[in-house]
């Protein structure tokens, strides 16, 4: 049991291919299954979570050392990708449970979809471990091109044809931008694996052509903020968000946005840190303008939906403080920061459809009073906003993220870089924030019920449970956040950095990047 | 001897632990207990709201009120035990509670009493039970959550007052802030939606400002942990002046706005309104205030001696002072009035917080303590009047001291611990206060007097309204209000027992002090030396901080 598997030559993708694997049994057993079987939905949401659960213990064994993996150029094998891992299979596998009862509720077999879910899931995986800009695109993509599905799986509404259009050209228009922003980095730098990138950049000042390298970071930071929703590039959030199915909006808001920013993160961290003056300035303001849009158009929105749509846009601001403060603590509040927004984020999409809306049925008058009818329901839904608010003890986890973002953009990026600024206008963002959230908590407990409310239905089983499991870890950490504290410690960026005067790289010490750095010019190779 | 046999028990190694989670204990017991088994989910509205049968609803209110009593009296006796092993002479932590909680960041579960904390621990578990008990028929509406949510809210006061870990503190500064905001919002009245709303954000504001200041603090101090001692030595020599200003004011904002400071406080005569009694007299104990003497003294000495900062801090003080007096002159309930009488007295505190010296420490947490019980005695007192009329407005009311003798009494005791006279608790303090003070700011403590003058007049005035001036004839848009006035039954054996507990307090403070403050002595000197010794002076600071480059980001 104690013995360390050593060398054993795929086990670096273990958990993706545990994922793909399933993905694919799960195609062939609903082909299997009749049309008209609507208990289809439900065995294939438990296939979800079967798969991601058997990846998540891939996941642990690597990331404690029990299976050494054999260095795979190109793939990490550090810990913030076992962390990012861990953060979007939980979340996947929560997602899938509601979409379980979703789908039952909507009497409609589709188990074909949970095959989606899965390989959505395994690009996801790919992005959090793609150490090369080639892997990142490939990974974008198999992650995106299900998610268009899924947002118009629901092929009886208008709505959610709309919403998986839209999401689909923005989507393709912003891949674009990265496949052009990659294609420039590699003009500017020769490489596209991201150790490569780095030395280049830290190594040879005056050979570079600058402009190339600028244009390239500025596309790739416009296509991997299309994927995150930061502001200006958020214009599809809120319309997707809000015509998709509601369990697949979840698997969005937390999934995608954990896949795309683990990206962010090792480009522009791991790979760009040696240039941080050239795009810092940049993303600070791209994480101001989402924390303060994100946070004002929330506050006026009427549709709970639509609302939680804006709010993860601007999460994604404070997400990106962590990354702008380019440095190990920013990576590992950055963690810290999506498991806990994972949970309040699946937590409140789950009392969202526990609600059950028709289309337009999410208006936010519905919410008056259902501390009256539906105690449990109005006090979990208290618990994610104040987490999402980030208030300590009735938030459990969410004050503890924003302390860790808090704490990381208070650390000098640079010294001539100073951060204070920003974690005054993150707190300042917060303060707004706390009007939209406790604009639903004061409605649910603070009001009567409406005369004309329509009656709620007792939410099904397996909402009840994701919507329990997401309050019950965010409150037990937030009274004691010390394994959750550990786990984001070790998953820790090494940021590429540059000493004074002399420009040096940092050394990466896993043992695929010594590996990546031999093999660089193969790696190269790739892209030809 | 009890000291002994206490002490044989152990009780130093358990008791602050036991103050902090025997409310929880007792809010979980609330709930499981009191809440009506809500099988019919969906006609679960009846459940703890008065609507139809009498019975049950006198069942619902009173399961909740009474084991809630029971778990306060229970918390007072703890504290009491802590009152009675706690050595007097020294200044230092005693009873600490030491647990590992995160260390990655090195945050432990810390807690201690020294002096100040002791009084401030004592007044909290004395004050809710007789709030409790003076307030027994207020809360109609939801009496099981209110009743949970008050108890967990003496846990976070309670955490506020024993933490010797600025995170933990933080987290129990920010546990007083939840409960309440359900107290008010579920179960106040009138306008209670907005008033827990206007609480909540402007709360959070400071709350958060002070989350980065405690951020920025725990890097400057070398991300060792929070121990407030630790860092306290270890933040001095790190941090430049400009660094440590902005850093107090990131604490003010939090303390200032918690503690209802001019003109940040405009959110208390609101949430004060609407709270239901016990809510408002516990917004009456002042957390904010103990934390500037706890937190923001010691930590940011340069700051707080810088004349500049302290100066405006004071001058807006004695301001408040005057504000809140001639406000409260002019109200016409005696809830606001009682609110702004607050904001009035806030100022003596502030005033003798920053004046800093012994005296006018000593004298500010004096005026903290009776501020607690004397306006925790008016909240009740207007509490009895709504509840029996429905209404605590001043003009609604009149020769009260005819039908309600009882009632008369207690008001005047209270009113006259309020407005200062010698002999009760309100007079020791602001004497310290302005004999404190006199010595460093003589020209805005004598204005500060005139507060003392302004307060007679108000509280005089209110007494003389309700209680002495010949009833009203009934107005034309009050056709009922005579008869009202006049149904009105005296006090009932609760709210005896309350008032006289309240009398009790005013007069031993008054007459007696000498026992607190002995035990407040040894720490505020500590906390004047503590602060003294980090005085930088100015030029030298201007030598020592760095100059920066100019930022490339805006």
Known sequence: MNGTLTGFSTAALLPDLVVGVGALLLLLWSAARRDDDIDASRGAALGVVGVCAAALVAVVLLATGRVVPAPVPGIATDGFRWGIDAVILVGAALSALLAGDDARGRGMAQPEAFALVLLSVSGMLLLAAARDLILVFLGIELMSIPVYVLAGINRRSARSAEAALKYFLLGAFSTAFLLYGVALI???????????????????????????????????????????????????????????????????????????FAAFARVLVEGMGGEVERWHPMLWWIAVVTMFGGNLVALTQRSVKRMLAYSSIAHAGYLLVAIVSNSALGSSALVFYLAAYTFATVGAFAVVQALGGTPEGDAIERWNGLFRVRPQLAVAMAVFMLALLGFPIAGGMGFFAKWYVLQAALAPVAPQLPQSRIAILLVLASVISAGYYLNIVARMFMRGRDADAPPVAPAPAWTRVVIGTCAVVLLVLGVYPTPAVQAAQSAALRPAMRTRGNRTVSAPSTAVSHLARGIRDSSVAVLP | MMRDLLAGTGLSAWVLPALLTWPVVGAALVLLLAVPRADDADGADGADVISGGRDTTADTIRTPRVLATAVLIGEAVLALGLWTIFDPTAATWQARFDLPWIPAWGARISLGVDGLSLVMVMLTALLMPVAVIGSWRSVRERPASYYALLLALTTGIMGVFVARDLLFFYLCWELVLIPMYFMIGISGTGERSAASLQYFIVATLGSLLMLAAIVALWSAAGQHGFDIDQTIAAARGAMSFSEQRWLFLGFFAALAIKSAYFPLHSWLPAAQRSAPTSAAVALGIKVGTYGMIRFALPLFPAAALDPTLRITIIGVAV???????????????????????????????VLGIFALTAESLQGAMLVMLSHGISLGALFVLAGILEDRTGTSALDRFGGLARTLPVFAVAMVVVALSALGLPGTNGFVGEFLVLLGAFRNFPGLTLIATVGVILAAVYLLGALQRVLFTARREPSAEVPDGESRTMRVADLDARELTALAAFTVAIVWLGVAPAPVLRRMEGPVRRIVDQVQSGAMPRAVTAALAPSRPRPLVP
């Open chain 2, 319 to 349: 301001a408040g002072i005057l504000y809140g007096a001639l406000v409260a002159s002019v109200q016409p309930d005696l809830r606001r009035l009682a609110s702004y009488a607050s904001v009035s007295h806030l100022g003596f505190v």
């Open chain 1, 186 to 260: 590699y003009g500017a730098t020769g490489a596209t694996d991201v150790d490569a990138i780095a030395q280049a950049v830290a190594g040879a000042p005056g050979a570079l052509p600058p402009v190339v390298l600028w244009l390239g970071i500025g596309a790739v930071m416009v296509g991997l903020g299309f994927k995150v929703g930061a502001v200006p590039f958020h214009m599809w959030t809120p319309d997707v968000y809000e015509g998709a199915p509601t369990p697949y909006t979840a698997f969005m808001a937390a999934g995608v946005k954990a896949a795309a």
